[in-house]
């Protein structure tokens, strides 16, 4: 019987075995399927690997992505901060309100979703632009108080009151109630100042419930900014169907859209 050749290969090594032949006689390599095998776990091995999530940003974020965040944000008018790289509290509350405001989950976070909607809502943004018409940027000490819900409840009042109305009409509802809040007068709570007994004709027919639109969050926003079209005024009346002799007895300050506007 004639000696076999076999060959003992490094087991990382593609593997190749000899096949068996008489003494004397010449060894010739053949590729075994085994190579075949180890090939496919690889292939299986790189197939598999997880794919890496895609960031979300959160409060206590820097960097450049933050900067270009906030920039769009402002860019739309939900931010009003300075603009630092820095995902602040501030920030957070802008992405919330915009979330909010384009029907996304309201977290707080920019994950994929929302910077996918943030990208598509700022595409004439550009770098170092300046929005045409920026509100002034200086916050009442009332309106630092304001929580989210407080600003929501504000929305809500204003698109149930003044639905319909110009923009600027808007901004004016959204000023009497931050007015009523700076006075001794009236409730010390925005909650307050809404539900207030015979206050507000929404809250009376229910219509408060009403989604806000995004124009009615914006013009909180740009009250709160500073902008009251209404000069100081506590009240306001629709001429066409106020009957109380009390509200047409108060001193008049000016009219916008429907409403008339008094102290």
């Known amino acids: 019987m004639g000696e076999a050749l076999v060959s003992v290969v490094n087991s990382d090594a593609p593997r190749l075995l000899f096949s068996v032949v008489p003494n004397g006689g010449h060894a010739v390599s053949v590729q075994s399927t085994a190579k075949a095998n180890v090939e496919s ?84 943004w550009r770098p170092g632009g300046v929005r045409t018409v920026q509100a002034r940027r200086v916050y009442r000490k009332t309106a630092r108080q304001l929580s989210w819900n407080d600003i929501k409840l504000m929305a809500h009042a204003v698109h149930a009151e003044a639905r319909g109305e110009p923009y600027i009409g808007k901004v004016a509802v959204a000023a009497v109630i931050l007015n009523r809040l700076k006075s001794d007068r009236f409730p010390n709570t925005t909650a307050g100042i809404i539900f207030q007994p015979m206050a507000f004709e929404a809250v009376a027919d229910g219509q408060i ?55």
């Open 41 to 124: 776990q690889h292939v299986a091995k790189r197939v598999s690997l997880p794919v890496p999530r895609a960031r979300v940003y959160k409060p206590g974020d820097r960097g450049g992505y933050v900067w270009e965040l906030q920039r769009r944000l402002r860019f739309l008018g939900f931010y009003t901060g300075k603009i630092n790289g820095i995902y602040t509290w501030r920030t957070y509350r802008a992405v919330r309100l915009f979330q909010y405001s384009f029907g996304l989950r309201v977290t707080g976070l920019t994950d994929a979703k929302t910077r996918a909607k943030l990208w598509k809502a700022t595409r004439r």
């Open 209 to 263: 419930w009403m989604q806000p639109d995004r124009d009615s969050f914006k013009a909180v926003r740009d009250a709160l900014n500073g902008w009251d079209p209404t000069n100081g005024a506590l009240f306001y009346f629709n001429p066409a169907r106020a009957k109380s002799k009390w509200i047409w007895s108060r001193p008049q300050i000016k009219r916008i859209g429907k409403h008339i506007f008094t102290r």
